[in-house]
């Protein structure tokens, strides 16, 4: 048996400048990933800091490997568009109907880990501020807690 070509295991060896690139998404996504996770731990929410930085991270990874591999932009769409489907399973997941009480809990984080998805997919493709001025819409968003309760309460004298 003849051995592997280092190239093999490793691909191509990135520049500085490309490696800098790229290690600075993922940090990126991690970290944006991660504040719209504070928000949900904030919350007492099933999904938190971690599920919310590894979906963000996870979804830059998907859309950069295609990009520095040089993929056409149909074919990275369609990469796109089996991230944003896939994530629907994992959304669905913290979707509950309690039966006792009529209820459905967990469809503002699942929405949340939709929207993170969303923000590695565009740290991938390398709009980190638009991903940051996102990230700050979600939590602008997840404040209108207090708007819903405030129409909730309303509701419930009239």
């Known amino acids: 048996m003849g051995e592997m070509p280092l190239s093999t295991l490793l691909g191509t060896l990135p520049s500085i400048e490309q490696w800098l690139r790229v290690s600075s998404q ?3 996504a ?4 991660a504040l719209i996770g504070i928000q949900r731990e904030w919350m007492s929410k099933p ?3 971690r599920t919310h930085a590894l979906v963000t991270l996870a979804a830059a990874i998907f859309t950069i490997v295609p990009t520095e591999a040089g993929m056409a932009i149909a074919d990275l769409s369609r990469v796109i568009q089996g991230v ?3 994530i629907g399973f994992i959304g669905a997941g913290v979707i509950l109907k309690r039966s006792d009480e009529g209820e459905i809990v967990g469809l503002t984080t699942s929405a949340t880990i939709w929207a993170a ?6 740290i991938g493709l390398g709009h980190i501020a638009l991903s940051a001025l996102g990230v700050v819409l979600i939590w ?4 209108l807690d207090q708007l819903d309760r405030w129409i909730a309460d309303r509701r419930g004298q009239g």
């Open 26 to 28: 993922l940090i990126a």
């Open 140 to 143: 602008i968003v997840l404040a």
């Open 47 to 49: 999904a938190g800091v």
């Open 30 to 33: 991690i970290i944006l990933g």
């Open 117 to 122: 998805t969303a923000i590695g997919v565009a």
């Open 84 to 86: 944003a489907t896939g």
